[in-house]
């Protein structure tokens, strides 16, 4: 398994999959399982699927999640209160209910599939 640099922004795509598991979330968002466990107890957003022996399992939205709480407290250095806070701030939904952070997820994956069709 290779770990990114924390400060590192560069992370690979998220492949098509409905579910990922603890250590292929690690991969794709550079932050080691014990820290995802971590995160799971600060961030309430973030709540895998649990199955057979506690098995994690992660779904897309989750995944890009990680990737946003990653990038406010390495990237951005929030605190994980900053952080918690920010991520409360940005599901605030408006008039029509859509939230800044399902359209930052929409965004997210409207490039990616853009990337995919290019190529």
Not at 35 to 42: G, K, T
Not at 60 to 84: K, N, P
């Amino acid at each position: 398994m290779t770990m990114l640099d924390p400060s590192s922004n560069e992370l690979p795509p998220i492949p098509g999959k409905r579910y990922f598991t603890i250590g292929e979330v690690s991969e794709l968002c550079g932050v080691k399982p014990h820290v995802l466990r971590y995160w799971e107890q600060e961030f309430t957003q973030l709540k895998p699927v649990k199955r057979r022996g506690n098995r994690r399992y992660y779904q897309r939205h989750e995944v890009q999640l990680i990737r946003t709480i990653r990038t406010l407290l390495y990237i951005d250095g929030f605190t994980i209160s900053g952080a918690r806070n920010q991520l409360e701030s940005d599901n605030v939904a408006d008039d029509s209910g859509v939230t800044n952070a399902s359209i930052k997820e929409l965004i997210v994956e409207l490039e990616e599939i853009s990337g995919l069709l290019s190529s």
